[in-house]
């Protein structure tokens, strides 16, 4: 029995001397990458963009009655928009906007006719004619544009085509205002092109 523990031990020393050994070259061969020292430069401005002038929209609202502003409910109110900004060199512009409700927003109508002007592009190019087609629109809550059709042709079918696809293109519109009592807001928009 003596001589079995005198083996099994010098076995085990032998083997924790080699041990220590081989793991002595590990300890001593760790890997320090090199260090580099930098300087940090500011980032250069970034000078946006002008921004687009939006077209400018007058609302004329009539007030009814004190006594009978429950009973009425107006219908067709217009906004003209100004034919200097909203209308391009070509002579083709967003001439008018109506909406079925009484719509006391006119920054609203601003926003619809300044995204829908920048998606116009007009392939007409008649000579000495004006062209006159109405794009009737539903706007939803979200600004979703449901069901926009012709609703009065201009006789040239490309303009009419145009005049539609510059307000489907320009679908989702901008939220309607919170203080917008409805669920949506029905919208008629004339497209011109005077030369």
Known sequence: MRKALFISFTVHVFLFLLLWRVGWKRVSEIYVP????????????????????TPTVEVETIPPPPDEKKKLKPKLQQAKVQPESAQSPAGESLSSVRTDELFEFPYYLRLMIGKISRNWRNPYSGRGEKVLATVYLQVLRDGTIISPRVEKSSGVPTFDRAALRAVIISNPLPQLPPDFQEQQLTVYIDFEYIR
């Open 34 to 53: 090199q260090v580099y020292q930098v300087q940090l430069i500011a980032m250069p401005q970034v000078v946006a963009p002008p921004e687009e002038e």
